[in-house]
């Protein structure tokens, strides 16, 4: 007997369907014994796919110097796994993107702006929690939400009309979208992943990114990371406000994920910091696959953005549990945010004033009126209102008074002409690093893998190699010494500093050996990591 979700697909016989070429793109992704030269002749069949694939890789969203002008090629340098996902995300989206934007409570350029921005946050978030395939992320990302461009296509009415009931109950969308279709997006996309034969961690993550089986026992620990993921970054992209995709909700489930991967308030404040540039990447990537340039809006974050002046706010709670997800959704937003449990809140408080603002989270009527009463035993005419989970992120904007615009003014670093190739495998360092480098405006790639080092070195063509002496799976002094005389051979042509990470102010004595910039301590403070940095290169 079929179910719901099964009966629809079925009635639905205009339903895309993959290039021929994808389906022999999968075969091969599916057998062992497949190497890469397998992959790029599967790739070579197609030319617009061959096209695409070779645009892609010599775009920004990698950053090479040296042209890559060969498929194989591409596969020799950035490996089977990335151009095999990257192939199949640029079919799936082309197909998906055929649908055409109807009358409907859902934009589907908004749901592509939101999908792209997940995408982008995906990959920040593999990097962040060291997830071996950041490019996988990506991927599911993109299309975690495609079973709303069915619904959007083919079952307009109904779902036009789960938009409408999630606004006004202030609900979550999968659940308007059960209680009027008895089904939902997720259920609709992993059906369409499993006709269309994605991989299983993609449909995985199309299916579940709403609720990840965080207590399923025997699940697949790599799939859940991915489906967690994309949850997480989900999340905080709706936060932003970075496109639509019909459902401004946050769960309170999202916390309980983000403690699974270990994500904590200065990994989200990393996110926050990096996300504006990998959406301006991952928007020309886009544009590839659209035949289009990013638009004049996007190209203009590259630079400053004018700041705005935004409040600073009071949060005040009642349980550990209930406050994370409001505090990062505040934060998200380029506030300054102070929290505060209901039991420690005084008069003190009030009367030195420093904030401009107030959210309550999960606190009683009586908890709540005691606050009015304060406010207004000090004269204190502010902003003063509660939010509950889910989040409506809509909704707190509103009441704050800041419009989706104003969230692109978040001050942002001015990008140098600089790059720099960060050789190291260690969280948080890595991490650490990446952000510091991010402040002082320095474009960077980051190599996990240090036997591609030199295949990195004449593509990307570095200003600046950081180098983790201590990177696992190989020895880093030996490596250093092979870039060192890589880089005097090249002397004429590339002039490349090297800075040498180390554990402490002592310097191994095989240092003396090379010509580096100079040193950074793994345990430097971040203040002090991006002043050391900021002399190291500029100086």
């Known amino acids: 007997m079929k179910t719901k979700i099964e009966k629809i697909i079925t009635e639905l016989s205009d339903l895309p369907s993959l290039p021929f070429v994808v389906h022999k793109l999968l ?48 596969v020799v340098i950035l490996g089977f796994h990335t151009i095999k996902t990257f192939a199949l995300g640029i079919s799936v989206f082309e197909t998906a993107n055929k649908v055409k934007n109807k009358s409907s409570e859902l934009n589907i350029e908004e749901l592509w702006k939101h999908s792209i921005a997940v995408a982008a946050g995906a990959r920040v978030i593999a990097r962040l929690t060291r997830y071996k395939l950041p490019e996988e992320a990506f991927v ?19 779902f036009s009309e789960a938009i409408k009931l999630s606004k006004e109950k202030e609900i979550p969308l999968i659940e308007a979208e059960n209680k009027i279709l008895q089904t939902n997006h997720e259920e609709v996309g992993s059906y369409l992943g499993e006709r269309w034969k994605l991989p299983y961690p993609l449909r995985k993550a199309i299916d579940s990114h709403h609720k990840p089986p965080l207590i399923e026992k025997d699940f697949d620990q790599d799939v859940l990371r991915l489906i967690c993921i994309v949850n997480v970054a989900n999340s905080l992209c709706k936060m932003r406000y970075s496109g639509f995709s019909g459902d401004v909700h946050i769960s309170h489930q999202d916390e309980a994920v983000l403690k699974w991967l270990n994500i904590r308030e200065g990994d989200i404040e990393r996110f926050f910091l ?16 659209r035949e289009s340039k990013p638009t004049e809006e996007s190209a203009e974050k590259n630079g400053e953005a004018s700041v705005i002046t935004k409040p600073s706010i009071l949060l005040i709670y009642k349980k550990d549990d209930t ?9 998200s937003l380029g506030l300054e945010c102070q929290k505060i449990s209901y039991q420690e809140i005084d008069d003190e408080l009030f009367t030195e004033q420093n904030f401009e603002a107030i959210i309550t989270t999960q606190l009683n009527t009586t908890e709540t009126l005691d606050i009015q009463e304060k406010l207004d035993k000090f004269k204190l005419s502010i902003p003063y209102f509660s939010v509950s989970l889910p989040l409506n992120a809509k909704k707190i904007m509103n009441e704050l008074g800041i419009s989706q615009d104003e969230l692109t003014a978040i001050e942002m670093p001015k990008k140098t002409e600089k790059k720099c190739l960060l050789i190291s495998s260690e969280e948080p360092l890595t991490s650490r690093i990446n952000v510091a480098l991010e402040k002082i405006g320095v474009e960077t790639l980051i190599l996990n893998n240090p036997e591609k080092t030199i295949i990195n070195v004449k593509q990307f063509e570095p200003d600046i190699i950081i180098i983790d002496i201590n990177i696992s799976g190989i020895n880093g002094l030996t490596l250093l010494k092979i870039l060192d005389c890589y880089l005097k051979a090249e002397a004429e042509t590339q002039n490349t500093k090297i800075i040498v990470i180390t554990e ?36």
């Open 274 to 289: 990096e996300i504006d540039s990998e959406l301006i990447r991952s928007e020309e990537l886009i544009g590839i696959l």
């Open 27 to 74: 075969r091969v992704v599916a057998d062992r014994r497949s190497a890469a030269r397998d992959l790029a002749q599967v790739i070579s069949m197609d030319q617009a796919l061959t096209a695409k694939v070779l645009k892609l890789v010599n775009s920004a969203f990698f950053g090479f110097s040296n042209k890559i002008t060969t498929v194989s090629r591409s």
């Open 504 to 539: 402490n102010k002592k310097q191994p004595k095989e240092l003396s050996e090379v010509k580096i910039a100079g040193t950074i301590q793994e345990s430097a403070d971040n203040n002090t990591l991006t002043e050391t940095l900021d002399n190291l290169i500029f100086s």
């Open 323 to 331: 406050v994370l997800m409001p505090y990062l959704f505040i934060k």
């Open 140 to 158: 599911a990302g993109l299309l975690h939400d495609i079973g709303k461009i069915i619904l959007h296509q083919y079952m307009r009415k109904d």
